[in-house]
């Protein structure tokens, strides 16, 4: 009996850790509609109109391995199939003055879904962030 209440000691110890665990910060892209900042802090979206600003916050918390960073941004028509009427649309590349964050906005005139893809200015291949938006009218 004494070995079978230690058998279920660790194992509750063991599943304790397994089940417990903490997850590690990942990076993510917020979009909004009004600026980031520690006063207001932000109104998390997905949805914008038309003309409207978009705002939006790039946060790595183990930092960008250079100070440039490229972001892309593509249009996909929701009336074509998955695989068809992807638009290229906005290429940017900004230099980092915080390794972890990186902030700004930008404007789109037409309805659709846009991705946005970031990447490490070394590494153009493998996207470090993705976001999606959507622009009504």
């Keep these: 009996m004494h070995i079978r209440n230690i058998f279920i ?32 802090g932000y109104t998390p979206q997905n949805t914008f109109k038309k003309g409207e600003k978009i705002y939006y916050l790039l946060y790595k918390p183990d930092e960008f391995k250079t100070r440039l960073i490229k972001i892309q941004v593509f249009r996909k028509d929701a009336s074509k199939s998955e695989f068809w009427g992807y638009e290229y649309l906005y290429n940017k590349t900004a230099e980092l003055q915080n390794k972890k ?22 590494n153009t291949l493998k996207p470090v962030l993705r976001g999606i938006v959507q622009v009504v009218d």
């Design 9 to 40: 000691i660790f194992a509750f110890i063991f599943c304790s850790f397994l089940l417990a665990g903490c997850d590690r910060e990942k990076p993510a892209i917020l979009f909004s509609s009004t600026p980031f900042s520690k006063e207001y």
């Design 101 to 122: 964050l990186y902030t700004d906005y930008f404007i789109i005139n037409k309805a659709g879904y846009y991705i946005f893809q970031i990447f490490e200015y070394t």
